[in-house]
């Protein structure tokens, strides 16, 4: 497997650009949680130190310099971490009292690094640490006092690190997420690429894997299965054809040239061969029908057969029709008649391939019928539809052959009367599903009747 295309494929994209969003939004949030925090520490900073500046204030007014100077230095003591910055300073910067080495430039609030010391009986030792104070004035002093950073910069540090933990996890979980789907998808489309190699190499009997997670690759699959399956349907129906067109035109083609044979074997004893040459031209003229209904037949079932929709008023176009092939009937001692149908009866079609389709029904049922047959003609409107059909009093067809006549060169007895080579009924459901209408077949009782039934004009579209 190209791993490649894995990291290409759209499930890893969707997981890297979702990864990209997610940072973008816990990048937002750290900083305002940030902020937040900071802010929030802070003003518990500014509480402790106003506390401190209120009772140092009051001390001062209480006791005067000496008395503030005594408190501050009650602050001579081991302060740890030392979480407390005070000072007293001089105007001048020279310090009277406090754990500050210097005062610090600005006035008011503000953030700074300071060394302080521990003033521990044994040594005098200093840190430097980051402090948050305050610096005022106190009398004709300067009083300075200040918190320590350090808890304020600890939190901080672990909410980041907990931020960069999360985003981490969260981030490697959607990339793991994203080409774990990519990579069933790639496994999915090779398995299709496979399969479909397979039906390209001849395998119509292959088809594409589908399970039981019913996602789109498994849709897509399924639906190109139904495609394999007619695909597999028209290839065994064209093998079959094929199988059908050689055979069937192996006759005439022996017959014309067993004729030719003939033929020159008359010319060269001197003898008069026009016979035997109009017999040739009867086969060619055969063979040359087969192969214009065969091209036909493809035209239509390919969409390939250029089609005019217009209005086809049936009542004249069925009358002509009667009116053509009454004769043809008569002379086979058979009777063809038109029902009465209303004279406003219309469909939207192609009245060449509706005159075809009728011509070629009528036909089927004069050259399979005996004397003595009925054959009746009609058309009528039907639940907003249009029905024609021919019936006939003859023998019928078995109900089991019904499908079946209208395969290519499908005869059901060739001995019957008037043979015909079996692509009578395969032209006319060609042209009936090219003019969107659908042809069945029912026992008349006696007979066979044939209906093809068209959707209403507006709905029929070119």
């Not at 080495?101 to 700074?112: F, L, Q």
């Not at 894997?209 to 498994?218: E, G, N």
């Not at 009358?319 to 008569?330: C, M």
């Not at 090219?434 to 008349?444: K, N, P, Q, W």
Request: charged residues 20%; glycine residues 8%; hydrophobic residues 45%.
């Amino acid at each position: 497997m190209d791993h490649a295309n894995v990291f290409s494929g759209a499930a890893f994209k969707t997981a890297v650009r979702a990864t990209g969003i997610l940072l973008v939004i816990l990048t937002l949030a750290s900083v305002t949680a940030y902020c937040y925090l900071q802010r929030q520490m802070l003003g518990a900073l500014e509480d402790q130190i106003n506390e401190d500046r209120m009772a140092l204030n009051q001390i001062y007014l209480q006791g005067g310099q000496f008395g503030l100077i005594g408190v501050i230095d009650d602050l001579r003591q081991p302060l740890g971490v030392k979480q407390r910055a005070v000072g007293l300073f001089t105007v001048r910067g020279t310090k009277l009292a406090g754990n500050l080495d210097r005062a610090p430039e600005p006035e008011g609030w503000s953030k700074a690094v300071l060394n302080i010391s521990a003033f521990t009986a044994a040594e005098d030792e200093s840190e430097s640490a980051s402090f948050y104070m305050h610096k005022d004035k106190v009398g004709n002093f300067t009083l300075v006092i200040g918190r320590s950073l350090t808890d304020v910069e600890i939190q901080q540090r672990r909410m980041i690190a907990a931020f960069a933990g999360l985003g981490a996890v969260i981030s490697a979980a959607f990339l793991v997420l994203g080409f774990g789907a990519s990579l069933q998808t790639q496994r999915k489309l090779d398995r299709m690429t496979r399969t479909l190699d397979r039906v390209s190499q001849g395998d119509v009997a292959a088809r594409l894997p589908v399970s039981a997670a019913q996602d789109q690759i498994d849709r897509v699959s399924a639906a190109m299965n139904l495609h394999l399956d007619r695909l597999s349907m028209l290839m065994q129906t064209t093998r079959a054809s094929a199988a059908a067109i050689a055979h069937d035109l192996r006759t005439p083609l022996s017959r014309a040239f067993l004729l030719i044979d003939r033929a020159q074997t008359k010319l060269d004893e001197g003898e008069d061969a026009r016979d035997l040459i109009d017999g040739i031209e009867a086969e060619l003229v055969r063979l040359n029908a087969i192969f214009d209904a065969i091209m036909r037949i493809s035209r239509l079932e390919t969409a390939q057969a250029e089609v005019t929709f217009v209005s086809v008023p049936l009542a004249p176009l069925l009358a002509d029709l009667t009116e053509t092939f009454a004769p043809v009937a008569e002379e086979r001692g058979q009777t063809l008649t038109l029902t009465p149908l209303p004279a406003s009866l219309s469909l939207r079609g192609d009245a060449a391939m509706l005159a075809q389709l009728i011509a070629n029904l009528i036909q089927n049922a004069i050259n399979h019928c005996p004397a003595g047959t009925a054959i009746t003609l009609g058309a009528e409107p039907e639940a907003g539809q249009v029905r024609l059909w021919v019936s006939d009093t003859g023998a019928g067809i078995p109900q089991a052959e019904y499908d079946k006549v209208f395969e290519l060169f499908y005869r059901i007895d060739p001995n019957r009367t008037g043979g015909g080579n079996g692509l009578g009924m395969a032209l006319v459901k060609a042209i009936a599903e090219r003019l969107g209408g659908h042809i069945t077949l029912s026992d008349a009782k006696p007979g066979l009747r044939v209906d093809v039934t068209f959707p209403q004009a507006e709905e029929i579209t070119a």
